[in-house]
C-alpha cells in the first residue's frame, strides 16, 4: 500500500497542522507514506515521523505544480490518496482517472465553501471561486469518499457541489496529540512581561484575514478596556496586519494589545490565557476552539457556520454570538472572564478529547481499507 497525502503547503497552521497530527497515527499502517506539498516551512520538518517521505514540489506556479505532481503520481503510483484544497482535490481525481492508476481517493473539505464564496471580494476572485465550484462538481463524485470536518460542512458540499449525503463522510480535525502535555509547557515570548494577577489576557489565534473578524474583536475590546483589566495578546498573520496595527495605535489601550505574529505552538499562551475569542464570519471547522477547551480555557466564538456551535455542542461548553454582534461580543466576553470553576475545566478538557488525532486517524483507516 502507498498512500500520498497531498495538500497545499507543509507550514505551522491550518490544514497542514491537522495533516501533521494526523499522519503521526498512521505509524501502525503497513504502508509507504508519502507528503507530497508544494513548499516546505522547515519549522513543520519536525512533526512528520522519520519513516515518512517529504516531496517537496518547490512552491511552483499552478501549471507547474500540475506537471510536476503528474510526474510524482506517474513515477511512484500512489495506491491510496487522502487530499486537501478544491483545486488539489480536482487535479488528484483527474490523475487517477487519466492515468488509470485505479488508487483510492478520498479528498477533503476543510471549510464553507458557500461562505468563501459570498464573502469574496473583486470579481477575479468570484469568478475563480465559482469555475472551481462548477469543477467540484464534476469531479468530486468520482472521488471514494469526500470527508468534511464538520457536519456544517457536509451539508454545505451536498448544497452547493450538489454531492450525495453518502458519498459524504464527517470526520472531525484530529486536534488533541499525545504530545500536548509537553508542548504546553514551552516558554511564551518574554515580550508580554510579567503581568498583574488582576489582569485579564485575552486570546486570538488565527489568520488575520476578513473572515476571522479580527477588527470586530478589536472594537470589542476597546468596549471591554473601559470595564475591565485586560490585555489582547493577537496571535496570527495576515492581510489585515498593518490596517489592525493602526487601529491598535490610534486607540487609548494601545499598549494593552500585543501583536505576536505566527506562533507555531500556542498552547503555552493559551494556558496562560483567561479567555479565547474568535470571531469568525465563517469556519469549517475551528482547531483553535478545542485547543482551547484542551487547556481548560473558556471560548468565546460566534455562531457561524460552520464548526463552532458543533465543537461547543450548542453553547454547552463555551459561548456563542451572533456574527458581526460587537456588543453581543462584549457581554460574552465579561460572562465568560467570570467563569471560575475548577469542575467546569476539566469538562471543557473532556470535551476536547473527543477531537483527538487518534480518533480521527481510526476512521480515516477505515475508510482506507473499506
Known amino acids: 500500500m502507498k498512500i500520498f497525502f497531498v495538500f497545499p ?18 505509524v501502525n499502517v503497513q504502508a509507504e507514506i508519502s507528503v507530497v506539498v508544494n513548499g516546505v516551512d ?3 520538518i519536525s512533526w512528520m515521523p522519520s519513516n515518512v517521505r517529504i516531496v517537496d514540489l518547490g512552491g511552483k506556479s499552478s501549471l507547474l505544480y500540475g506537471v510536476a505532481l503528474l510526474r510524482e503520481f506517474v513515477l511512484n503510483k500512489p495506491t491510496h490518496v487522502i487530499s486537501a484544497g478544491e483545486d488539489i482535490n480536482c487535479f488528484v481525481i483527474v490523475l487517477n482517472l487519466i492515468l488509470r492508476l485505479r488508487a483510492k481517493i478520498i479528498v477533503t473539505a476543510h471549510s464553507n465553501y458557500s461562505m468563501e464564496l459570498r464573502g469574496s471580494v473583486g470579481l477575479a476572485k468570484k469568478f475563480r471561486l465559482n469555475l472551481v465550484k462548477f469543477i467540484m462538481r464534476i469531479f468530486y463524485p468520482h472521488s471514494d469518499h469526500v470527508v468534511a470536518v464538520s457536519a456544517g460542512v457536509a451539508d454545505d458540499l451536498m448544497k452547493c457541489v450538489r454531492l450525495d449525503k453518502d458519498k459524504i463522510k464527517v470526520i472531525y480535525n484530529p486536534i488533541i496529540t499525545a ?7 514551552q516558554p511564551i515570548d518574554i515580550r508580554l512581561g510579567v503581568l498583574p494577577e488582576v489582569t485579564r489576557k485575552i486570546i486570538f489565534i488565527g489568520r488575520l484575514c476578513k473572515q476571522k473578524r479580527p477588527d470586530l474583536l478589536l472594537n470589542a475590546f476597546f468596549k471591554l478596556r473601559k470595564k475591565v483589566d485586560a490585555v489582547l495578546w493577537v496571535l496570527g498573520d495576515g492581510p489585515l496586519m498593518g490596517d489592525l496595527r493602526e487601529i491598535s495605535q490610534s486607540s487609548s489601550c494601545s499598549d494593552d494589545i500585543k501583536f505576536l505574529g505566527l506562533i507555531a505552538n500556542p498552547l503555552p499562551y493559551l494556558k496562560q490565557s483567561d479567555i479565547l475569542v474568535l470571531p469568525s464570519d465563517w469556519e469549517g471547522f475551528g482547531n483553535v476552539i478545542v485547543e ?27 459561548y456563542l454570538v ?12 465579561l460572562r465568560a472572564l467570570q467563569e471560575n470553576d475548577a469542575g467546569r475545566r476539566g469538562l471543557l478538557q473532556q470535551r476536547a478529547e473527543r477531537f483527538s488525532a487518534g480518533n480521527a486517524a481510526k476512521k480515516y483507516i477505515e475508510l482506507l481499507a473499506g
Request: hydrophobic residues 40%.
Open 42 to 44: 522547515e519549522r513543520a
Open 292 to 318: 482551547a477547551l484542551w487547556c481548560g480555557v473558556p471560548v468565546v466564538a460566534t455562531d457561524c457556520p460552520s464548526g463552532p456551535s458543533e465543537i461547543l455542542d450548542g453553547g454547552k461548553y463555551g
Open 179 to 185: 504530545d500536548f502535555r509537553e508542548l504546553i509547557d
Open 322 to 333: 451572533r456574527p458581526n454582534d460587537v456588543d453581543g461580543l462584549v457581554i460574552a466576553m
Open 9 to 26: 503547503r507543509l507550514d505551522v497552521g491550518g490544514v497542514s497542522k491537522v495533516f501533521s497530527n494526523l499522519i503521526p497515527e498512521f
